[in-house]
Nanobody, 133 residues
Framework: LVEVVESGGGLVQAGGSLRLSCIISGLRFDDYALGWFRQAPGKEREGISCIEYSGDHTYFQDSVKGRFTISRDNAKKTLYLQMNSLKPEDTAMYFC??????????????????????????WGQGTQVTVSS
């Protein structure tokens, strides 16, 4: 049984930081690409960052580039998202996903972060991030 569990969300003021974690069990962690997605109320789920299975390649949505960092610790089977300089528009439910054939290189960022590319993957239940102005 594959389990994907996100944590680290919360309420933070604009300009602040949060680090999200995602622990994944029940699969060969090293073989999977990992991604972070978010969904705000009334909006579609959007991909914000992903990291290739090897960790060599990463992709970021333009709106978070330079503010967010994605990393993985294969020994701990954990994915991280360090979020700095948070803005109210970052408020959303954040989801972690693992997929065997996503986030490949070379790919366009749009393709790598398309939710459709992760449809066959494993998803968590999400962690809420709220940024106050």
């Amino acid at each position: 049984l594959v389990e994907v569990v996100e944590s680290g969300g919360g309420l933070v003021q604009a300009g602040g930081s949060l680090r999200l974690s995602c622990i994944i069990s029940g699969l060969r962690f090293d073989d999977y690409a990992l991604g972070w997605f978010r969904q705000a109320p009334g909006k579609e789920r959007e991909g914000i960052s992903c990291i290739e299975y090897s960790g060599d390649h990463t992709y970021f949505q333009d709106s978070v580039k330079g503010r967010f960092t994605i990393s993985r610790d294969n020994a701990k089977k954990t994915l991280y998202l360090q979020m700095n300089s948070l803005k109210p528009e970052d408020t959303a439910m954040y989801f972690c996903a693992a997929d065997f054939q996503a986030c490949l290189s070379p790919m366009t960022t749009e393709q790598a972060l398309a939710a459709s590319e992760w449809e066959t993957g494993h998803w968590g239940q999400g962690t809420q991030v709220t940024v106050s102005s």
